[in-house]
Each structure stands twice: as structure tokens, then as C-alpha cells.
């Protein structure tokens, strides 16, 4: 049974400076993160259906609160998904708490479903790398985005986009870098995250990641050298 669709009132941080803009969200003020040729915001929600400014606020909740508290944000995000389904980041969202409470099975299921519901969207790509992440199979990431590693070419026709996808989009291709031991690259879309929210436990988890490749890179370099002068 779900409970009631009263909206709790989250304590949210001081917002990321990107975020500042000339209108409030509960007194917070927000702003666009520009760039060259795109802009980062709240505001693209790719819904089909109207969105009230109560729910927008209640996604900002949202993502907020499960920074420290998972569990509690699982049943706002299920509240906003009853009545907005359509939603592509909300899905997302709920995907990553999942991730966040190790229930990876799960997680495979809301990414899978997503990548079907949302073909169209870069929130499909999304779900199909994380889904690859789950599994270990990392290796399937160049192939999932046409070797096309930046955010501009995955989407060359749209000006504006969400916080959660260009954030989401960051984590994945920072942890591929990782992975293959490009920490250059990874770095730099560590940079980004953390541009765009310097506190989200995504530039984290991707410094963790940097970190560990970083050292095996000395290690194996270390290694081979010995090696080398063995032989």
C-alpha cells in the first residue's frame, strides 16, 4: 500500500551554483548552467503531459534527499511514478536508489524496461550502459553509443537538458574511462560532475573508481619495469 501523497518537506543543501536562477524553488534560487552550445537545467522534462510546478518541485525533493537517504526518496519517487510513468528521469532516478540499496536485480529490470519505454531519448542509452555495468560487462559501452563519448554528439539537435541525464551521462563515461585505464578522461568528466554538483555521490563514486585504476596503472607500470630488467 502506498503512502499518502502528502509531500514531505526535504532540508535540501545549498544548490550547486549552476542552479541559481531568477525564479525560486522554495526559496532556493537556481540558475542555467551554460555552455557553448547547451544548457543544463531542472527544467526539461520530456513529459508528454503537463507538469505541475508541485511535482517539479517534488522531483527536486527527490533527487536531494536520496544523496543521504535512499530508502526515504524510494517512496517519494514511486508517489511521482503513479502519476507521472511518462517521465523518463524519474525512472532513471528510481534505478539508481536501487543501485544505491544493492538491489541490483531490480535495478536491471527498471534500466530494461526504460531503454524500451524511452527508445528515442538519451535516457535509453542511459539505462543500457548501466544495465552493462550491473553485469560486468562493461566492454559493450562504445557499442551502446556509437563511439560517440561526448554529450554534444550523443544529442547534436537539442539546446537544453536535464541535470539527472547530463550528471548520469558524466558517471558512465567516467567510469569507462576508468575502467580502461584512462584516467585523463575520466578526470575530465569527473571535472564536469563536479561543476555541475560538487557535492553528488556520483563524483564520488567515480573518484573512488579513478582512484583504484590509478593505483593499479602504478602497479602494473612497476611491475612491467621489473620485468623488464629480469628478462
Do not use: C
Request: net charge positive; charged share 35%.
Amino acid at each position: 500500500m502506498r503512502k499518502s501523497n502528502r509531500r514531505k518537506k526535504v532540508d535540501r543543501p545549498n544548490p550547486p551554483e549552476f542552479l541559481k536562477k531568477k525564479e525560486t524553488v522554495d526559496g532556493d534560487k537556481r540558475t542555467l548552467h551554460r555552455t557553448d552550445s547547451f544548457s543544463i537545467s531542472w527544467g526539461p522534462l520530456y513529459s508528454v503531459s503537463k507538469v505541475s510546478d508541485e511535482t517539479k518541485d517534488a522531483l527536486i525533493d527527490v533527487y536531494f534527499s536520496m544523496q543521504k537517504k535512499p530508502t526515504e526518496a524510494l517512496d517519494s519517487i514511486n508517489e511521482l511514478l503513479d502519476k507521472h510513468s511518462d517521465i523518463p528521469m524519474l525512472h532513471d532516478l528510481l534505478g539508481i536508489i536501487k543501485i544505491q540499496l544493492g538491489q541490483q536485480e531490480e535495478a536491471i529490470e527498471i534500466f530494461t524496461g526504460m531503454s524500451e519505454k524511452f527508445p528515442d531519448y538519451l535516457f535509453a542509452k542511459l539505462a543500457q550502459a548501466e544495465n552493462a555495468f550491473l553485469r560486468e560487462d562493461w566492454e559493450q559501452i562504445p557499442e551502446i553509443f556509437a563511439d560517440k563519448f561526448s554529450f554534444r554528439e550523443q544529442v547534436p539537435d537539442r539546446n537544453s537538458f536535464h541535470i539527472v541525464e547530463a550528471l548520469h551521462f558524466y558517471f558512465i563515461m567516467g567510469r569507462y574511462y576508468a575502467y580502461t585505464k584512462n584516467i585523463e578522461e575520466a578526470t575530465a568528466n569527473l571535472d564536469k560532475i563536479k561543476k555541475l554538483d560538487p557535492k553528488h555521490f556520483f563524483g564520488k563514486l567515480l573518484e573512488t573508481e579513478i582512484n583504484k585504476a590509478a593505483k593499479v596503472g602504478i602497479f602494473k607500470r612497476a611491475f612491467n619495469k621489473i620485468k623488464r630488467k629480469s628478462t
